[in-house]
């Protein structure tokens, strides 16, 4: 990879990482303990169906987890693993060529994230099985509409932009 390709493919996991965190941000519903419903995954889905594993990693790992640091930092550390799996999982899941791989690659992400989630409210925050068990409709919604918004955008994205700015 040249420097001009390495700056490029730098400059989109800033600019991922960042659109992450505002998505993110943008709207918060609080789920009685255990976290809050946000749109963040949509841009984690974009950037993964977009630009790769390591951009979608990446921006959902940190971009979300800066979110966490700003709303309810107890989740900063397991939703960079969580959300970073979660964006490497579809970037790798992918094949940019066919929009069935997309929704493949979304729901084997979304069931990393909805397990993730499950087990660090129940085993590692330990709120009790009933909350945890509750937070799993509001992550898998959250799934859903990363999918529903996601999937389109990345799908017209990787037909508009330059072909080196989406492998």
Known sequence: MNQRNAAIRL????????LTTVGTLFITIPIPLAG???LGDVMI??????FGPIIGGFAG???????????WPVYAIPTLIIKGLEGLLAGLLTNKRHIY?????????????????FIVDWLILKIG????????PFNVMQIILGGVIGIPIAYVLRRRLPKNLTT
Do not use: C, K, Q
Request: hydrophobic share 65%; aromatic share 10%; glycine share 10%.
């Open 129 to 136: 099985w009933a909350p945890a068990l509750g937070a799993i």
């Open 36 to 38: 809050y419903f946000n």
């Open 101 to 117: 791989r997309d929704v493949l690659a979304v729901i084997i992400a979304g069931v990393e994230m909805v397990l993730g989630y």
């Open 61 to 71: 790992g940190l971009g979300s987890a800066i979110a966490d640091m700003l709303i």
């Open 11 to 18: 400059s989109l996991m800033i600019i991922m990482t960042t």
């Open 45 to 50: 889905f974009i950037s993964a169906l977009t």
